[in-house]
């Protein structure tokens, strides 16, 4: 899967968290192309967490977690995140 920007493949794990979070991929796309917040991992120093409200989605913050050493980008998890809401 790519945006026109970003080229990136999903987990088995996050394509059976999109389904089960109602996570559409659109929204996974342009947190990836435009993040409002990038940190890096605390455990994993290859991956990033990329972080977007998502106003479709009540305004609630979409955590995608990637790999940027592959090529394409590897999106490992996705995710709302609770502690997030309200300080984006």
């Not at 394509?15 to 990836?32: D, H, N, Y």
């Not at 991956?47 to 305004?59: F, K, L, S, V």
């Not at 592959?70 to 300080?87: A, E, L, Q, S, Y």
Request: hydrophobic share 40%; net charge neutral.
């Amino acid at each position: 899967m790519a945006s026109d920007e970003t080229s990136y493949n999903l987990s088995h794990h996050a394509e059976l968290r999109l389904a089960e979070r109602k996570i559409e991929l659109a929204w996974v796309a342009l947190t990836v192309a435009e993040p409002a917040l990038v940190e890096h991992h605390p455990e994993d120093p290859t991956c990033q967490c990329a972080y977007r409200a998502i106003p479709e989605a009540g305004g609630r913050v979409l955590k995608v977690v990637y790999n940027r050493t592959t090529n394409p980008w590897h999106i490992v998890t996705i995710h709302f995140d609770r502690r997030m809401r309200g300080r984006l």
